[in-house]
């Protein structure tokens, strides 16, 4: 089954602790996308990747980190120096131009 | 700024009669639309789309309409059901010309609950 899955779908942390999401898609799609949802909010976009080994910023990239080694996986990093990383965290995969395919999500929660 | 907007955040409607789901935009270099729809604890899908060279789109009970002039867009479900119960998002994307990078912009999300 082709499709997009994400890792872990809930995870605990510590404030000051750097916690990584993992992202890995199936469908041969060029694109990779995180973006966070919060309440009340529409997806913002926080990294999103082309093609191997290159990577954007998006709109609030500020304390998260991606890497883009391999096609199939865009893990993010959320670092200690996200102010405010409780959120549920969004991947999303397409052809360059096309329609996004999304994960399921995780939700990160800084106790 | 906020350039995609949907300013109802919840809709509710009985079970059969028509949903209307609202979208404005402010940015004339948007040109293909989308709308997703999403449950609760999981990722949106995709339902249906628009381009900016149309005024209407229609799949099964999906129809989005596009008025570009009032830079505006809408998403009617008829019949609904309660199976569309969910948050549903608008997005738009700049398609053509080389500041294309796939990347959408969304709006801020509208909870439609259709009442059996």
């Known amino acids: 089954d082709g499709g997009i899955t994400q890792s872990p779908k809930y995870l605990f942390r510590k404030e000051g602790q750097n916690v990584t999401l993992s992202c890995e898609q199936n469908l041969n799609h060029d694109a990779m996308y995180w973006y966070r949802q919060d309440p009340g909010q529409g997806l913002r976009l926080i990294y999103y990747s082309q093609i191997v080994n290159d990577f954007q910023k998006g709109d609030i990239a500020e304390g998260y980190s991606v890497s883009r080694e391999k096609k199939e996986s865009f893990p993010l990093t959320v670092t200690s120096a996200q102010k405010n990383p409780t959120a549920f965290y969004l991947c999303a995969s397409s052809m360059v131009g096309g329609e996004l395919f999304f994960g399921e999500g995780s939700r990160l929660t800084v106790l | 700024d906020q350039q995609v907007k949907q300013n109802s955040p919840s809709l509710s409607v009985q079970e059969g009669r028509i949903s209307i789901l609202n979208c404005d935009y402010t940015n004339s270099m948007f040109d293909y639309f989308l709308w997703y729809k999403k449950y609760p604890a999981e990722g949106p899908t995709f339902l249906i789309s628009?381009?900016?060279?149309?005024d209407k789109n229609e799949d099964g009970r999906f129809t989005v309409f596009l008025n570009k002039s009032a830079k505006h867009l809408s998403l009617h479900i008829v019949p609904s059901q309660p199976g569309d119960s969910a948050v549903y998002f608008c997005a738009a994307s700049p398609i053509h010309g080389s500041s294309n990078t796939g990347k959408l912009i969304f709006g801020q999300g509208t909870t439609l609950q259709v009442k059996p």
């Open positions: 628009i381009s900016s060279i149309k």
